[in-house]
């Protein structure tokens, strides 16, 4: 048996793509019988505080105002749940982020365990140009028995910048029984186009952290410059940069929504309000607001940033273009516009058939299991 000691600084409570990812493979693993301990970095909160349940334990250790600090006291107590794990840590995990990817060489080299790092999008694209985490990354990535990454792009990256490194492609996945809509889902999209959309226009959804890594303004830009701005009603859902607020208030003539972050499970109505979801992105993983809509059978408007190709690839997209290209953009924005209801419909069908098959939370867990029996002392 294995047992793995898991850092991150995403994990519930904490909210966003990467707690709910770090959530569904560490439940993965603990249900195929490898125990798992999560070690959670948080920004602040009364701590440590430790849990136990079914398949493994939680710390969470707030780090304060001075990480170092934090750091050093965290380590404490990893040895102390180290000491008491049964069996011992076979594995050393970092999910992400800053801190975790900082502290995971170091603990994984003083519990004398193989260290395997799952980089998850954002921690590599814009970790590579950072003067203050670069050191730190290659650090891990050197370190590590194995890495892990979301896209197959990014795989291919890290292993030209560290030849010597084993790098993996592990896609996200989405168990799509739990993406279904239910008549009062639809009955409240029906309502809430009926009160703010124009009649006849379509609605396109912007859902998630909504920050210029994600192309937002750019997409907006490109609607205003193209033929399909008199087709689009904008619904924008989640954590919204200033700088596209301000610029929809200077009244570009678009339609538009805005509603505040919510949490998933709550998402349901909403992509059914949408006829078709836009994920912009300059660079990113594999957002599962992509998989999301495609398991509730919606049209997806994207860029081929990260997993989003490898989606493409596998048929997922039904409107591709090339990140940052925002003429081509334009140019898929026009052609949605056109398509005909039976049309989109069938995309959204397609993209739905492609993640429940390709995308699914078996063939994730079973290749993460795979990498950890073939990097075990």
């Not at 304060?64 to 600090?69: L, R, V």
Request: net charge negative; proline share 6%; with cysteine.
């Amino acid at each position: 048996m294995r047992r793995i000691l898991w850092l991150t600084e995403h994990h519930p409570p904490s909210r966003g793509g990467m707690a709910h990812s770090s959530d569904r493979i560490t439940r993965g693993l603990r249900a195929a019988g490898d125990p798992v301990d999560v070690v959670q970095f948080t920004r602040e909160g009364p701590g440590p505080q430790l849990s136990t349940g079914l398949g493994g334990s939680t710390l969470i250790c707030p780090l304060g105002a001075d990480p170092e600090h934090g750091l050093a006291t965290a380590w404490l107590e990893v040895e102390r749940l180290s000491a008491r794990a049964e069996p011992a840590y076979t594995h050393l995990v970092a999910f992400g982020g800053t801190w975790a990817i900082v502290a995971a060489p170091i603990c994984a080299a003083w519990l004398d365990v193989p260290l395997l790092t799952l980089l998850r999008g954002v921690d590599f694209d814009q970790g590579v140009f950072s003067l203050r985490r670069r050191a730190a990354l290659f650090d891990a990535l050197r370190a590590s028995a194995a890495v892990a990454t979301v896209a197959g792009r990014t795989a291919e990256q890290a292993r030209a910048l560290l030849p010597g490194t084993r790098v993996e492609y592990i896609a996200n996945s989405i168990d799509t029984a739990d993406w279904t809509l239910v008549a009062s889902d639809r009955a409240r999209a029906r309502a809430w186009r009926a009160a703010h959309v124009p009649v006849g226009r379509r609605v396109l959804g912007l859902i998630g952290q909504l920050k210029p890594k994600k192309g937002v303004l750019d997409l907006l830009r490109a609607l205003v410059d193209s033929p399909a701005r008199e087709e689009f009603h904008i619904l924008l859902v989640g954590d919204l940069d200033p700088a596209i607020e301000e610029w929809l208030n200077e009244d570009p003539g678009l339609t538009w929504s805005r509603l505040e972050f919510l949490d998933r499970f709550e998402l349901a109505w909403v992509y059914a309000a949408c006829d078709l979801i836009a994920l912009p992105s300059l660079h990113d993983g594999l957002p599962n607001v992509a998989l999301e809509a495609a398991a509730l059978g919606r049209p997806l408007l994207a860029s081929d940033a990260g997993g989003l190709r490898d989606l493409d690839r596998a048929g997922a997209i039904a409107y591709a273009f090339p990140a940052g290209d925002w003429d081509a953009c334009a140019r898929a924005l026009t052609a949605a516009a056109d398509a005909d209801p039976a049309e989109l419909a069938r995309l959204g069908e397609q993209a739905r058939a492609v993640v429940a098959t390709e995308f699914t939370p078996d063939r994730e867990t079973a290749q993460y299991r795979r990498l950890l029996a073939e990097t075990a002392r």
